[in-house]
Protein backbone atom coordinates (compact mmCIF):
# COMPACT_ATOMS: atom_id res chain seq x y z
CA UNK A 1 0.00 0.00 0.00
CA UNK A 2 1.41 3.07 -0.77
CA UNK A 3 1.97 6.25 1.24
CA UNK A 4 0.66 9.62 0.92
CA UNK A 5 3.96 12.10 -0.31
CA UNK A 6 4.18 14.50 2.57
CA UNK A 7 4.20 17.49 0.02
CA UNK A 8 0.58 16.47 -0.81
CA UNK A 9 -0.56 15.95 3.11
CA UNK A 10 1.33 19.34 3.39
CA UNK A 11 -1.18 20.55 0.45
CA UNK A 12 -4.04 19.21 2.03
CA UNK A 13 -3.61 20.98 5.48
CA UNK A 14 -2.95 23.73 3.47
CA UNK A 15 -6.19 24.13 1.94
CA UNK A 16 -8.48 22.76 4.69
CA UNK A 17 -8.82 26.15 7.17
CA UNK A 18 -9.98 27.91 3.90
CA UNK A 19 -12.44 24.80 3.15
CA UNK A 20 -13.47 25.41 7.31
CA UNK A 21 -13.76 28.79 7.09
CA UNK A 22 -16.49 28.47 4.22
CA UNK A 23 -18.41 25.98 6.09
CA UNK A 24 -18.35 27.78 9.24
CA UNK A 25 -19.57 30.94 7.92
CA UNK A 26 -22.58 28.64 6.22
CA UNK A 27 -23.39 27.10 9.78
CA UNK A 28 -23.12 30.94 10.95
CA UNK A 29 -25.36 32.13 8.42
CA UNK A 30 -28.26 29.67 8.96
CA UNK A 31 -28.02 29.55 12.79
CA UNK A 32 -28.65 33.28 12.69
CA UNK A 33 -31.39 32.64 10.42
CA UNK A 34 -32.97 30.05 12.77
CA UNK A 35 -32.74 31.88 15.59
CA UNK A 36 -34.06 35.53 15.18
CA UNK A 37 -36.66 33.58 12.28
CA UNK A 38 -38.21 31.42 15.58
CA UNK A 39 -40.17 34.15 17.30
CA UNK A 40 -42.38 35.01 13.76
CA UNK A 41 -42.72 30.96 13.73
CA UNK A 42 -43.81 30.65 17.08
CA UNK A 43 -46.00 33.84 17.00
CA UNK A 44 -48.08 33.15 14.18
CA UNK A 45 -47.09 29.87 13.10
CA UNK A 46 -48.03 28.51 10.13
CA UNK A 47 -50.03 31.45 8.94
CA UNK A 48 -47.22 33.11 8.40
CA UNK A 49 -46.63 31.27 5.07
CA UNK A 50 -50.39 30.82 4.57
CA UNK A 51 -51.55 34.24 5.04
CA UNK A 52 -50.99 37.60 3.11
CA UNK A 53 -51.60 40.00 5.75
CA UNK A 54 -48.87 42.56 6.07
CA UNK A 55 -49.97 45.06 9.49
CA UNK A 56 -47.03 46.57 10.73
CA UNK A 57 -47.27 48.69 13.97
CA UNK A 58 -45.42 50.82 15.92
CA UNK A 59 -47.53 51.39 18.79
CA UNK A 60 -49.02 48.24 19.69
CA UNK A 61 -47.01 44.93 18.66
CA UNK A 62 -50.78 43.06 19.69
CA UNK A 63 -52.13 44.37 16.47
CA UNK A 64 -48.81 43.05 14.36
CA UNK A 65 -49.55 40.55 11.76
CA UNK A 66 -47.23 39.26 9.12
CA UNK A 67 -48.10 36.32 6.41
CA UNK A 68 -46.19 36.13 3.31
CA UNK A 69 -48.11 33.78 0.97
CA UNK A 70 -47.71 36.95 -1.72
CA UNK A 71 -44.13 36.93 -1.44
CA UNK A 72 -43.67 33.25 -1.98
CA UNK A 73 -46.43 32.70 -5.04
CA UNK A 74 -44.49 35.85 -6.71
CA UNK A 75 -40.76 34.17 -6.02
CA UNK A 76 -42.65 30.69 -7.64
CA UNK A 77 -44.22 32.50 -10.32
CA UNK A 78 -42.27 35.01 -11.78
CA UNK A 79 -39.53 32.29 -11.40
CA UNK A 80 -41.31 29.36 -13.73
CA UNK A 81 -41.88 32.12 -15.75
CA UNK A 82 -38.40 33.62 -16.15
CA UNK A 83 -37.24 29.79 -16.76
CA UNK A 84 -40.09 29.11 -19.58
CA UNK A 85 -38.94 31.91 -21.63
CA UNK A 86 -34.94 31.54 -20.55
CA UNK A 87 -34.93 27.40 -21.82
CA UNK A 88 -35.76 27.53 -25.02
CA UNK A 89 -33.45 30.39 -25.83
CA UNK A 90 -30.76 29.09 -23.59
CA UNK A 91 -30.47 25.54 -25.79
CA UNK A 92 -31.08 27.46 -28.73
CA UNK A 93 -28.15 29.48 -28.31
CA UNK A 94 -25.89 26.75 -27.02
CA UNK A 95 -26.53 24.50 -30.32
CA UNK A 96 -25.99 27.73 -32.39
CA UNK A 97 -22.51 28.42 -30.42
CA UNK A 98 -21.43 24.83 -30.73
CA UNK A 99 -22.55 23.81 -34.32
CA UNK A 100 -23.05 26.91 -36.36
CA UNK A 101 -20.57 29.40 -35.36
CA UNK A 102 -16.62 29.11 -36.64
CA UNK A 103 -13.79 28.68 -34.02
CA UNK A 104 -12.68 31.70 -34.20
CA UNK A 105 -15.97 33.84 -33.22
CA UNK A 106 -17.07 30.83 -30.78
CA UNK A 107 -14.72 32.06 -28.40
CA UNK A 108 -15.51 35.65 -28.83
CA UNK A 109 -19.50 34.45 -28.13
CA UNK A 110 -18.78 32.66 -24.81
CA UNK A 111 -17.03 35.18 -23.48
CA UNK A 112 -19.76 37.67 -24.04
CA UNK A 113 -21.91 35.29 -22.42
CA UNK A 114 -19.50 35.01 -19.54
CA UNK A 115 -19.99 38.35 -19.20
CA UNK A 116 -23.11 39.02 -19.36
CA UNK A 117 -23.75 36.04 -16.97
CA UNK A 118 -21.24 38.41 -14.29
CA UNK A 119 -22.61 41.94 -15.03
CA UNK A 120 -24.21 43.85 -11.73
CA UNK A 121 -28.08 42.97 -11.70
CA UNK A 122 -28.69 46.83 -10.49
CA UNK A 123 -27.99 47.59 -14.35
CA UNK A 124 -30.31 45.03 -15.65
CA UNK A 125 -32.63 46.82 -13.26
CA UNK A 126 -32.00 50.58 -14.35
CA UNK A 127 -32.24 49.20 -18.36
CA UNK A 128 -35.40 47.55 -17.16
CA UNK A 129 -37.35 50.10 -15.25
CA UNK A 130 -36.22 52.87 -17.70
CA UNK A 131 -36.17 51.70 -20.99
CA UNK A 132 -37.56 47.95 -21.24
CA UNK A 133 -40.46 48.21 -19.12
CA UNK A 134 -42.54 50.88 -20.79
CA UNK A 135 -41.72 49.34 -23.94
CA UNK A 136 -43.04 45.83 -22.81
CA UNK A 137 -46.08 47.52 -21.36
CA UNK A 138 -46.81 48.84 -25.07
CA UNK A 139 -46.08 46.77 -27.29
CA UNK A 140 -46.29 43.51 -25.57
CA UNK A 141 -48.68 43.65 -22.40
CA UNK A 142 -51.36 45.67 -24.18
CA UNK A 143 -52.04 43.61 -26.99
CA UNK A 144 -51.98 40.26 -25.01
CA UNK A 145 -54.43 41.93 -23.19
CA UNK A 146 -56.23 42.86 -25.64
CA UNK A 147 -56.22 39.74 -27.90
CA UNK A 148 -55.84 37.16 -25.11
CA UNK A 149 -58.42 38.40 -22.31
CA UNK A 150 -59.76 35.52 -21.74
CA UNK A 151 -56.77 33.78 -20.71
CA UNK A 152 -56.66 33.86 -16.87
CA UNK A 153 -52.66 35.23 -16.69
CA UNK A 154 -53.65 37.76 -19.48
CA UNK A 155 -57.07 39.24 -18.02
CA UNK A 156 -55.93 42.17 -16.64
CA UNK A 157 -55.58 45.60 -17.88
CA UNK A 158 -52.01 46.48 -17.75
CA UNK A 159 -51.96 49.76 -15.63
CA UNK A 160 -48.17 50.19 -14.88
CA UNK A 161 -45.23 49.02 -16.77
CA UNK A 162 -43.99 47.38 -13.23
CA UNK A 163 -45.77 43.96 -12.96
CA UNK A 164 -45.03 40.30 -12.25
CA UNK A 165 -44.63 39.94 -16.08
CA UNK A 166 -41.80 42.75 -16.13
CA UNK A 167 -39.42 41.06 -13.87
CA UNK A 168 -40.20 37.50 -15.23
CA UNK A 169 -38.67 38.48 -17.89
CA UNK A 170 -35.53 40.43 -17.06
CA UNK A 171 -35.27 37.35 -14.64
CA UNK A 172 -35.11 35.39 -17.90
CA UNK A 173 -32.33 37.89 -19.80
CA UNK A 174 -30.21 37.64 -16.40
CA UNK A 175 -30.79 33.68 -16.21
CA UNK A 176 -30.21 32.86 -19.77
CA UNK A 177 -26.28 33.39 -20.08
CA UNK A 178 -25.94 30.78 -16.80
CA UNK A 179 -28.15 28.03 -17.92
CA UNK A 180 -26.26 28.50 -21.47
CA UNK A 181 -22.99 28.02 -19.69
CA UNK A 182 -24.42 25.11 -17.98
CA UNK A 183 -25.38 23.35 -20.95
CA UNK A 184 -22.94 24.24 -23.04
CA UNK A 185 -20.50 22.86 -21.04
CA UNK A 186 -22.39 19.34 -20.42
CA UNK A 187 -23.00 19.71 -24.52
CA UNK A 188 -19.37 20.18 -25.20
CA UNK A 189 -18.71 17.23 -22.83
CA UNK A 190 -20.44 14.42 -24.91
CA UNK A 191 -17.13 11.97 -26.19
CA UNK A 192 -16.42 12.40 -29.52
CA UNK A 193 -17.10 8.50 -29.87
CA UNK A 194 -20.48 9.56 -29.81
CA UNK A 195 -20.92 12.12 -31.83
CA UNK A 196 -18.79 10.38 -34.44
CA UNK A 197 -21.68 7.29 -34.20
CA UNK A 198 -24.30 9.52 -34.50
CA UNK A 199 -23.03 10.88 -37.96
CA UNK A 200 -21.89 7.85 -38.90
CA UNK A 201 -25.55 6.44 -38.83
CA UNK A 202 -25.89 9.09 -41.70
CA UNK A 203 -28.09 11.57 -39.50
CA UNK A 204 -28.92 14.72 -40.85
CA UNK A 205 -28.07 18.20 -38.45
CA UNK A 206 -31.41 18.38 -37.03
CA UNK A 207 -31.24 14.60 -35.99
CA UNK A 208 -27.56 14.86 -34.60
CA UNK A 209 -28.71 17.96 -32.42
CA UNK A 210 -31.79 16.28 -31.47
CA UNK A 211 -29.43 12.95 -30.30
CA UNK A 212 -27.18 15.46 -28.19
CA UNK A 213 -30.04 16.90 -26.52
CA UNK A 214 -31.23 13.95 -25.74
CA UNK A 215 -27.86 12.31 -24.36
CA UNK A 216 -27.72 15.88 -21.88
CA UNK A 217 -31.38 15.48 -20.82
CA UNK A 218 -30.13 15.34 -16.87
CA UNK A 219 -27.83 18.25 -16.95
CA UNK A 220 -30.48 20.43 -18.78
CA UNK A 221 -32.60 19.36 -15.92
CA UNK A 222 -30.04 20.55 -13.56
CA UNK A 223 -29.54 23.43 -15.14
CA UNK A 224 -33.42 24.40 -14.94
CA UNK A 225 -32.82 23.64 -11.17
CA UNK A 226 -29.78 25.68 -10.42
CA UNK A 227 -31.41 28.82 -12.86
CA UNK A 228 -34.62 28.68 -10.51
CA UNK A 229 -32.32 28.92 -7.76
CA UNK A 230 -30.95 31.74 -9.11
CA UNK A 231 -33.54 33.86 -10.24
CA UNK A 232 -35.34 33.23 -6.70
CA UNK A 233 -32.87 34.83 -4.73
CA UNK A 234 -32.40 38.12 -6.95
CA UNK A 235 -33.63 40.81 -5.64
CA UNK A 236 -32.15 44.47 -6.85
CA UNK A 237 -33.65 44.11 -10.45
CA UNK A 238 -36.99 42.45 -9.49
CA UNK A 239 -37.71 45.34 -6.63
CA UNK A 240 -37.02 48.05 -9.53
CA UNK A 241 -39.02 46.15 -11.85
CA UNK A 242 -42.17 44.25 -9.90
CA UNK A 243 -44.26 46.65 -8.27
CA UNK A 244 -44.13 45.72 -4.77
CA UNK A 245 -47.03 45.23 -3.96
CA UNK A 246 -48.99 42.16 -1.22
CA UNK A 247 -51.50 41.27 -4.13
CA UNK A 248 -52.86 37.70 -5.14
CA UNK A 249 -53.45 37.24 -8.69
CA UNK A 250 -53.12 34.93 -11.57
CA UNK A 251 -52.44 37.61 -14.02
CA UNK A 252 -49.35 38.25 -15.11
CA UNK A 253 -49.90 42.31 -15.55
CA UNK A 254 -50.30 42.89 -11.74
CA UNK A 255 -48.00 44.41 -9.77
CA UNK A 256 -45.92 41.62 -7.38
CA UNK A 257 -43.82 40.78 -4.39
CA UNK A 258 -40.79 37.95 -4.18
CA UNK A 259 -39.67 37.19 -0.99
CA UNK A 260 -36.23 39.13 -1.81
CA UNK A 261 -37.88 42.25 -2.86
CA UNK A 262 -39.48 42.12 0.37
CA UNK A 263 -36.59 42.26 2.16
CA UNK A 264 -35.10 44.58 0.25
CA UNK A 265 -37.91 46.84 0.32
CA UNK A 266 -38.97 46.86 3.84
CA UNK A 267 -35.77 46.11 5.99
CA UNK A 268 -34.90 49.53 6.00
CA UNK A 269 -38.06 50.21 8.33
CA UNK A 270 -38.12 47.04 10.44
CA UNK A 271 -36.78 48.29 13.10
CA UNK A 272 -39.74 50.62 14.45
CA UNK A 273 -42.17 47.89 14.73
CA UNK A 274 -41.79 45.27 17.36
CA UNK A 275 -41.65 42.10 14.46
CA UNK A 276 -41.26 42.73 11.51
CA UNK A 277 -36.86 41.86 11.50
CA UNK A 278 -38.05 38.59 12.83
CA UNK A 279 -40.75 38.40 9.55
CA UNK A 280 -37.72 39.36 7.10
CA UNK A 281 -35.47 37.02 8.43
CA UNK A 282 -37.98 34.48 8.82
CA UNK A 283 -38.77 35.03 4.77
CA UNK A 284 -35.04 35.07 4.37
CA UNK A 285 -34.83 31.56 6.01
CA UNK A 286 -37.73 30.23 3.96
CA UNK A 287 -35.54 31.73 0.69
CA UNK A 288 -32.34 29.72 1.82
CA UNK A 289 -34.45 26.49 2.25
CA UNK A 290 -35.66 26.77 -1.23
CA UNK A 291 -32.60 27.63 -2.88
CA UNK A 292 -30.01 25.35 -0.95
CA UNK A 293 -33.12 22.31 -2.02
CA UNK A 294 -33.09 23.51 -5.54
CA UNK A 295 -29.28 23.61 -5.75
CA UNK A 296 -28.64 20.62 -4.02
CA UNK A 297 -31.18 18.56 -6.28
CA UNK A 298 -29.53 20.38 -9.64
CA UNK A 299 -25.86 19.66 -8.75
CA UNK A 300 -26.81 15.97 -7.72
CA UNK A 301 -28.18 15.54 -11.19
CA UNK A 302 -25.58 16.92 -12.49
CA UNK A 303 -22.77 14.92 -10.83
CA UNK A 304 -24.37 11.92 -11.38
CA UNK A 305 -24.37 12.72 -15.13
CA UNK A 306 -21.38 13.08 -15.29
CA UNK A 307 -20.43 10.12 -13.26
CA UNK A 308 -22.53 8.06 -16.04
CA UNK A 309 -21.24 9.50 -18.56
CA UNK A 310 -16.89 8.95 -17.41
CA UNK A 311 -18.32 5.15 -16.74
CA UNK A 312 -19.45 5.28 -20.26
Known amino acids: MTSIPRSDKLFFYALLPFAGIVLSIFILLLKILVENSLPIFIREGLGFITSNIWRPSETNSRIEYYGILSPIVGT ?44 PTVLYGLWGAFIFAPLLKDYVMVPLNNYFWFIPIFSCKPTTPSTMFTASVILAIMVTPFITSVIREAYEAIPLSYREAALGIGTTKYEYVKIMLTMIKPAILAAVLLGFGRVAGETIAVSMTIGNSFSLSMCLFEPGYTISSLIANQFGNAGFYHYMTYALYGAGFILLIIGLTLNSIGLYILVRWRKSLEET
Open 76 to 119: FYTSLIALILALPASIALTVFVNEYVPHRFKILIVNLIEVMAGL
